[in-house]
């Protein structure tokens, strides 16, 4: 194989595995582009470091490009920044992928590597952007019944070995292996098909909640101050005059979207007095989403705070605001090159340190908000804080439209399956649903448009497999990745000094 043969192919194999999210969701096509990926490193014995960096970034900006296009409804300069630096990252990742390739222990040692590059790329630069993991296509798929068992993490580990089994398969070379390949298979297939109920978290006693979308008037950024509010404060009455009507039951919780007040209603009275009334209506709390003022001036907080006939109670502040989204990381340099960073944030986002576990009305649920749903650790501690059900407040206003929703969906999807439990998601135009806990599909708002769901959600009261074995089972995995990475470098040098 000739180097501008191996360039051809894993750009195809790049584009090829961003099919496999949505809006195309294609099953499998990400095993088989890492497939091809795995098999171009493998297949270049004189490839040199320089060329490996290439190659892999090369496929970062064929996966990456089609799979965040939606960036560009925020600017396409944030889109390009974005795909350049994840691309990169994954150039970097191909150089250990490429050192433990041509290892005796490789089937197992280059899906170890990957976890190790996702796990790197979700949590740096800054926060990191863990987008686009390998287990994010699991759903709906019989794989997706390993991420209840052995978490997320595991899983993408598992899928990589399935992509390295299928090299195993087609390679000639390893025909002698056959026997042993057909095994490592079969065993991934039958676990991936156990029935995900027979391992689910237990379910208590019942809580209605009532999810209400209010939508957004006009274009992202230029929404009136107190429109967002007014719209959703005008849905709840609906559901307030249906209640009172007998038309519809009263709940025991309603939600609100993230952002659906774009002030702090802790400091504006017409606000505050609203939400006074309609609490006091439907006599149960309202979990608002709103912007709250931060610790100085130039900050603000997006947060869940929890409105009950007392005001304002528990709150969680989003975890993970988006860097250049949310926050602008050094903004005295980057200002005054680029004036519209001042214009658009006028004020930095400050991250919460605490679980968004939050007790309404007797019911302890698990707070998120919207890109928190996509960081293991943000979920993982409100189930430990004892979350019977996942919250996951989102405005995707700005991506409506784009892929990115329906993204976001699939990744809250497998957190119910991970977690054994529901998980409702009010967002202000669209993904609006309630998702059962073996990750099927419960209500689904239209979108853009005003809407209420109104559910009964069992509440859980047990754990997964997972909530014991995710962290432990990532931890050997990575273990494994960086072990076997030293011990090939270690090997390529000594194979390096023999006459």
Known sequence: MNLRLAASLVVLSGVLSSFAFEPLAVPYAMVIGLAVLFGVLRRLPDLRGTGVFVLGTLWGLAYFGPLIWWMRAVSDGAYV?????????????????????????????????????????????????????????????????????????????????????????????????????????????????????LVGAQDAPSARFALIQGDTPGEFLQWPPGAIFALHAAQTQRLVDRIESGEAEAPDIVLWPENSTDTDPRNRPDESARLDALVAELGVPILVGGLLDGPTSDTVENAGLVWTEDGPGEKYVKRKPVPYGEYVPFRDSLGSLVPRIDRDIPRDMVAGDEPGALTINDVRIGDTICYDIAYDGVVAQAIDDDAQVLVVQTSNAAFTGTAQPGQQWAISRLRAIETGRWVLVPSTNGISGVIDASGDVVARAPLRQPATIETDVPLADGTTPAAHLARPLELLVLTLGVVGWGLAVTARRREGTRP
């Open 81 to 197: 920044g974005l795909v350049i630096a994840e691309a990169l990252l994954l150039g970097l990742v191909a150089l250990p992928l490429r050192s433990v390739a041509r290892r005796p222990a490789w089937p197992v040692l280059m899906p170890a590597v990957w976890l190790l590059g996702e796990q790197v790329r979700g949590s740096f630069p800054f926060t990191g952007f863990p987008w686009g993991r390998l287990v994010h296509t699991a759903i709906d798929t019989p794989l997706e019944s390993w991420v209840r068992l052995v978490g997320l993490p595991a899983t993408s580990f598992l899928m990589a070995c399935l992509a390295t089994a299928l090299l195993l398969v087609v390679d000639r070379a390893a025909r002698h292996r056959t026997l042993a390949t057909a095994g490592f298979v079969g065993a991934l297939v039958v676990g991936a098909l156990l029935p995900v109920g």
